[in-house]
């Protein structure tokens, strides 16, 4: 399963922890389909879960 991988991944000390496992797999697939976060972005915008301000933060975080 996910969790058991993520924990192997750990154990072998390829990542500090889980969360780094997860932010490093984020990111490879932000990297490799860009349009997956933009849409996550726009779904949690017309969810309400995210203001205009969060995604200018988010976008300018990005980008720097």
Known sequence: TVDWEI???VNARLFPDQLA?????LHALFQAQPGIRQQMIVSAY???D?????????????TE
């Open 7 to 9: 924990e192997q991944l």
């Open 46 to 48: 017309t969810a309400g």
């Open 21 to 25: 496992v997860v932010r490093s797999a």
């Open 50 to 62: 995210i203001s205009l301000g969060t995604i200018r933060h988010t976008t300018l975080k990005r």
